[in-house]
């Protein structure tokens, strides 16, 4: 490896096009404030900061040292600001795509809205009916243990047993789906009441 001051290389007359005959030259600065050229970079200078020169001296690359994790950490902070920027920027273009107006949005929203609403309302039905088969079941199964008040009275027969069990978990499961038609139907609106106002913005709307 030949690497050299800038001093020495201003002293010795030498061109940046002489010592980079088999590859690049190299220039760094140590810790020292002393500047370095070389057709390789030093084990001890591998961290630094350095450039690339051409045969006329002039820097043609940067190459970065290493960085600490607070640069690092900027860097993902940025990265992902620019992000969010580029999907922002993205969502903008296809809103405006989509719609010309206030007027189409409130009435895409309506649509969403409605269909949730409609599945709800046919999951209360379903619900209002397994209601009052599980009242049926609950007066038949009075008559026996563990239901029956009665010391003396029969074990539940098997099958009712098990009609109970199975419709309260149909049950479960439609008051589930109910609780998440109704979440999903606020989430709708409030995505379109951004949606909204994203639009008048860009579109210089008053509210």
């Known amino acids: 490896m030949r690497k050299t001051s800038l001093t020495l290389l201003l002293a010795l007359g030498l061109s940046c096009g002489?010592?980079?005959?088999?590859?690049?030259?190299?220039?760094?600065?140590?810790?020292?404030g002393v500047t370095h050229y070389g057709d390789s970079i030093?084990?001890?200078y591998a961290e630094l900061p350095k450039e690339v020169i051409n045969e006329h001296g002039?820097?043609?690359?940067?190459?970065?040292?290493?960085?600490?994790?607070?640069?690092?950490?900027?860097?993902?902070v940025e990265q992902e600001r620019l992000m969010a920027v580029e999907l922002?920027?993205?969502?903008?273009?296809?809103?405006?795509?989509?719609?010309?107006?206030?007027?189409?949005?409130?009435?895409?929203?309506?649509?969403?809205?409605?269909l949730f609403q409609a599945q709800a309302r046919v999951t209360e039905l379903y619900l209002s009916n397994l209601e009052r088969r599980m009242a049926k079941l609950r007066t038949e199964a009075a008559n026996f243990q563990?239901?029956?008040e009665d010391p003396e009275a029969p074990?539940?027969?098997?099958?009712?047993a098990s009609d109970i069990r199975k419709t309260k978990e149909i049950m479960s499961r439609h008051e589930r789906n109910l609780d998440k038609f109704r979440t999903d139907e606020?989430?709708?609106?409030?995505?379109?009441d951004g949606d909204i106002s994203r639009f008048k913005m860009l579109k210089g709307l008053e509210d």
Do not use: C, N
């Open 186 to 192: 606020q989430q709708i609106i409030a995505r379109f």
């Open 42 to 44: 030093p084990a001890e």
């Open 146 to 148: 563990p239901y029956s």
């Open 155 to 160: 074990m539940i027969d098997e099958g009712l």
């Open 88 to 114: 922002q920027r993205r969502a903008d273009r296809a809103l405006l795509a989509t719609y010309l107006s206030v007027d189409e949005i409130l009435m895409h929203r309506d649509r969403r809205v409605e």
């Open 58 to 76: 002039v820097a043609v690359e940067h190459l970065s040292g290493k960085k600490s994790a607070e640069e690092l950490e900027a860097e993902r």
């Open 18 to 32: 002489a010592l980079a005959q088999d590859g690049r030259v190299y220039k760094w600065v140590d810790k020292h």
